[in-house]
């Protein structure tokens, strides 16, 4: 009796403590939720939730699984904010979490925040945001769409999901032992779809509408939308879907375990990640000794060890590569065809008004960076500062590099997906590139030219929040009419189509028209009012490889080592190694050419 009686008394005496909480707070911020209770935060006509957890923690044996749901337990608890919950990875400056060590974030990730207006009558369309980083960075916490949420008073949800080896890993090791859709390799997808169930069943809380959801995504994130139209387990949790930079990568089983370039340095294949961990725990001596010990040992010891593997050092073994599984063609949440062959099928399309579109200066974000095409200048203002002049050593050389990588992000990342997604049956499909470069030109450096309208420079004009590009916001984003000019008609057209299912006119009438391959191949460029127009996007990557193979552009830039004077790359050299990386680098595959690729297909 004594201990019922404490029991009961525990109970009473926590309920009696939240309600006190909640009396004290601004009632109308608090939501109840299967997730527990979130309390907001106003700031300028916007209400915050933050770090609402939308799965549980999947630590220990959850990790490499699908993500659960929560305790129902968890109904009655406030939900308190969380620092650096972002999910594992190497810490970066571009678009990913920041941080001083090797790696950065925990395994318990798996959170949202939710963006919306202070007050509405009705229920509001949903922004889903899907951050980019390749699939191995990122975080929700660097993106805020409240100026896109007061303007057009839609509900914004942002979200972490499981990156790297810990979002995408294929091994007999783990599938082998596991059931139904534990047998995935792709953890990290799972993830967002995962989020997007539980905006199903709790949106309507926060005045957002279940029944009008888009997803909305950059780079990966982009990748990651174009996924999720194929993904059987996504089917009727979103309405619209924008792919911003986004690509068609995916790979197959047999590559994501054990490609035909493993082993090699730049290969995060899980074979060879596991041989690294193998080395490293002293199983063996070197990946000769590795190799026999993975042939050899039961299945069940190797997935001790994975498991036992410490997570910041699995990512940070993961590495900096290029053979890295960012999705794969598991059969179970990702079609065996492959997600480009996919997005033209009929059996595995989903079929919602989409837009896809990339940037006219994807590349120079990365090659901006590189001594190949840089260098610097002392002039006589920038040695009174301090700071020297950057300058582009050829304008013609970097501009056609730029040109060409950018084309071919386009053929691949907006055409061919588009393309394949009108002929499996959808006709509302719509196409754009951002042209946007009207960047600052001073003393340190022609930024217009340098950066251009580089890749991800598009998110805070849909966004309204130019914080992102932190303290180069005053180059990259100076105040102007221009920049006023396509802010206000990006967030018109992302506001219009999560509404409506169509992005409409601009606001000097332009109308931006649908894609169609069978006639117009209409494309909207997004720009500053003298230049936003519709073209037609017509991209062939046999006659990008022609323009690349008749150039002199590219031999000074450390492409061939003539003995002569600048020569052009000949045709007759087809099938050379020059060539073959030539090809390569048009298709965004393996290659180091000019040292940037790394970061390409990272992006």
């Known amino acids: 009796l004594i201990m019922k009686y404490l029991y009961y008394k525990k109970i009473n005496l926590s309920f009696f403590m939240l309600c006190s909480f909640l009396l004290l707070a601004d009632t109308d911020n608090i939501v109840g939720t299967e997730s527990g209770i979130s309390v907001g935060v106003k700031n300028s006509r916007v209400i915050l939730w933050e770090d609402i957890p939308y799965a549980k923690p999947p630590i220990n044996d959850l990790r490499w699984k699908a993500p659960r749901l929560l305790d129902k337990s968890q109904v009655t608890k406030v939900i308190k904010a969380k620092e650096n919950n972002h999910c594992i990875q190497e810490p970066s400056s571009l678009g990913g979490a920041p941080g001083k060590d090797l790696v950065t974030g925990t395994e318990d990730c798996l959170y949202l925040d939710i963006r919306a207006p202070l007050k509405s009558k009705e229920l509001l369309p949903v922004m889903f945001w899907i951050h980019g980083g390749g699939n191995i960075t990122g975080t929700k916490d660097l993106y805020d769409f409240s100026e896109l949420i007061r303007k057009h008073n839609v509900v914004v949800v942002t979200l972490n999901y499981r990156l790297g080896a810990l979002g995408w890993f294929t091994h007999p090791g783990i599938q082998d032992y596991q059931k139904g859709i534990d047998k995935t390799s792709n953890f990290g997808t799972l993830d967002i779809i995962h989020a997007l169930e539980w905006v199903r069943r709790n949106i309507e809380s926060f005045g957002g509408d279940p029944e009008n959801v888009t997803i909305f995504g950059e780079s990966a994130g982009g990748h990651n939308v174009l996924s999720l139209l194929v993904s059987p387990k996504a089917k009727g949790l979103f309405h619209k879907a924008i792919s911003q930079s986004g690509y068609t990568k995916s790979s197959t089983l047999e590559d994501a375990y054990k490609s035909k370039f493993y082993n090699q340095k730049e290969t995060s294949d899980s074979w060879t990640v596991l041989n690294k961990i193998l080395i490293k725990e002293d199983f063996a001596d070197n990946l000769d000794e590795a190799d026999e010990y993975q042939e050899k040992t039961p299945k069940e010891k190797l997935r001790n060890i994975l498991f036992e593997a410490d997570a910041q050092e699995l990512i940070n073994l993961y590495g900096n590569t290029f053979e890295t599984p960012l999705l794969t063609n598991d059969g179970i949440v990702i079609p065996e065809v492959g997600l480009l062959e ?262």
Do not use: C
Request: hydrophobic share 35%; aromatic share 12%.
């Open 342 to 603: 996919a997005l033209g099928s009929d059996e595995y399309l989903y079929k919602v008004p989409t837009i896809a579109g990339s940037n006219k200066d994807e590349i120079k974000l990365w090659i901006a960076f590189s001594e190949y095409f840089l260098e610097t200048e002392e002039t006589f203002l920038s040695k009174t500062l301090g700071i020297p002049k950057l300058k582009i050593k050829d304008e013609d050389k970097y501009e056609f590099y730029s040109s060409i990588r950018a084309d071919a992000w386009q053929l691949r990342g907006v055409q061919e997906p588009l393309e394949n997604i009108f002929y499996a049956g959808n006709k509302d499909v719509y196409s754009y590139r951002f042209d946007w470069d009207n960047l600052r030109n001073f003393f340190i450096g022609d930024f217009g030219k340098i950066l251009g309208s580089a890749h991800a420079l598009e998110i805070p004009m849909v966004s309204g929040d130019y914080n992102l590009a932190d303290e180069f916001k005053w180059i990259v984003y100076p105040r102007s009419s221009s920049r006023r000019f396509v802010s206000k008609n990006m967030m018109n057209f992302w506001g219009n189509f999560a509404r409506e299912g169509f992005p409409g006119y601009s606001t000097n009438a332009v109308r931006w028209t649908k894609f169609d391959p069978s006639s117009e191949m209409s494309i909207l460029h997004i720009d500053e009012r003298k230049n936003l127009r519709i073209s037609k996007l017509d991209l062939n990557l046999d006659i990008l490889v022609e323009d690349i193979l008749n150039t002199t552009k590219l031999n000074s830039l450390g492409f061939d080592k003539p003995t002569n004077d600048v020569r052009p790359v000949r045709k007759d050299k087809i099938g050379s190694e020059l060539n073959k990386q030539i090809v390569m680098l048009i298709i965004n595959t393996k290659t180091e050419s000019a040292g940037t690729n790394r970061f390409i297909l990272r992006a």
